[in-house]
């Protein structure tokens, strides 16, 4: 595997947790708190999953391929649970994470 | 240090963890999540620095103390703000953080 | 899925998580470190997915049993590759590890 | 605080976060591993601190500066132990570290 896919990939999980703990930020601060609900859930899990993935890859695990594959799971949720809500934030969110998911595909070897 | 004491900081953190993860998630299922908006974030927050604390902690790191200190004052702020709610999961969590923070003053050598 | 079930996996990860971590740090403190390089790899991989699964079971996640699938392979590479060591530390993780991939192997659904 | 000093400080712990987890890997393949075994050791504890820093700073944490005041002492830690050391990864770590440290530094609004 080159190093440039593997830092292009560790790049897209770091803008991706970004995106979403600052969507799920952001969507506390919104009117309605309870429409963002599963807004928040899907931010959360994502930007946990996309912290210790990209932890996995800057240290060149054996698991980084399966630990892909699972984020990318992940990261389609978030993006059609934030593609949902017009706010900047979950526009955001939702390209950060479909960006993220397709790096993860390729990682992981897997086709959508 | 003893063992002894280190293991009861530990377990006082993961304890806090968890409850800050479920209270987080149990606000975002209240009926005036808008209400809650705070106490989900000190628990993000809370469980955030819980969690890599524990795992300086178990590794024996020589900036364990620093980061109970760090986390001592986090947890405090969380058992403050979940405390003025009447719903059993912040309850629980205010009782979870203050006795994370009085084990992480310990470890410290901090006094509140 | 019954609470028990949950908490005794959350607790499997927790125990494991402080294992893999101990046990690093015991083994960069062995004589012979080089030939631990190994162990010390999984070890940190192990913990770092114990503490995001654990994370991730403590609010709920609908990603939950997904992350269980993952962590119990990791955790079953790192049983294998601790079990060849006869330290302590080396052999109380792997037991840790065990018991983690199993409850891991139910809450997934998945047969090992 | 302006975003721009804000991004500017969680790309510093990002780079420094992948640094340390690379060099501790890197670490752990060189022919001497028993020199290193401090190298190792601050690395992992710089790396946790760098992810969970740059998890707050994303989400716009109260805590951001107080964490931040944390991980500067670490990162002059690391930064020193990995300068003593001439191989690439040792030196790259040791300068991303001082670099994180500074930003650090400057939200946390404390001289170093």
Request: contains cysteine; negative net charge; aromatic residues 2%.
């Amino acid at each position: 595997m080159s190093i440039q896919r593997f830092a292009s990939c560790i790049e897209a999980c770091l803008d991706c947790a970004q995106a979403c703990e600052h969507c799920a930020e952001a969507c506390l601060g919104e009117d309605d708190v309870k429409k963002m609900a599963d807004c928040i859930r899907t931010d959360r899990d994502c930007a946990t999953l996309c912290w210790s993935t990209a932890a996995l890859m800057s240290r060149d695990s054996q698991f980084s391929a399966k630990a892909c594959e699972l984020l990318a799971e992940v990261c389609e949720a978030c993006a059609k649970e934030c593609g949902q809500h017009e706010m900047d934030h979950c526009q955001q969110c939702a390209t950060a994470c479909t960006k993220c998911a397709a790096e993860c595909r390729e990682m992981a070897g897997v086709k959508a």
